[in-house]
C-alpha cells in the first residue's frame, strides 16, 4: 500500500497536480505512523511488529532507529531482488549456451567424417550383435 500512494505522490509532481498534495500527504504520513513495515516481506514485517509490541511504551524512543532499519532492509530487499533476476537470466543463458555449444559440437563431428563415424556405428552395432548373441547361446 505505501508504494501504491508513493506513485500517486509522483504521479502529482509529473502531472502538475498540486492541490491533491495537501489531501495525500497527512494520509501517506498517517499510513506509514501505523504501518511502517508494510513495505517488508511477510517475515520480516512480523520480526518489527514483534520489537514494536514487545518494547511497548519504550517504542516511541526507538521509533526512528526501526524506522531506519525496516527502510534499510527494504531497499536490501530490492537489491536482492534485481541481482536473483539478473543471476537466473546468466543461468539460462549459460544452459542454452552448453545445448548450442553440444549441437555444434555434434554436428562438426559428424559432418567432418561421415565415413569414418558409419563405420564406428555399424562396428558398435556388429559387436553388440556378437555379444548378444554369445549372451543367447549360454
Do not use: C
Amino acid at each position: 500500500m505505501s508504494v501504491v500512494l508513493s506513485d500517486i505522490r509522483v504521479n502529482a509532481f509529473r502531472k502538475s497536480k498540486q492541490d491533491i498534495l495537501p489531501i495525500l500527504e497527512p494520509i501517506i504520513s498517517e499510513y506509514e505512523e501505523i504501518n511502517p513495515f508494510d513495505k517488508l516481506q511477510v517475515g520480516q514485517k512480523d520480526y518489527f511488529e514483534n520489537i514494536r509490541i514487545k518494547t511497548g511504551d519504550s517504542y516511541p524512543d526507538i521509533v526512528n532507529d526501526i524506522n531506519n532499519l525496516a527502510d534499510e532492509l527494504h531497499e536490501k530487499n530490492i537489491l536482492v531482488d534485481e541481482y536473483l533476476g539478473d543471476s537466473k537470466m546468466s543461468f539460462w543463458i549459460s544452459i542454452i549456451a552448453v545445448v548450442l555449444s553440444l549441437i555444434i559440437g555434434g554436428y562438426q563431428i559428424f559432418s567432418a567424417r561421415p565415413n569414418a563415424m558409419k563405420k564406428l556405428f555399424l562396428d558398435v552395432i556388429s559387436d553388440q550383435g556378437v555379444t548378444s548373441s554369445k549372451s543367447s547361446n549360454k
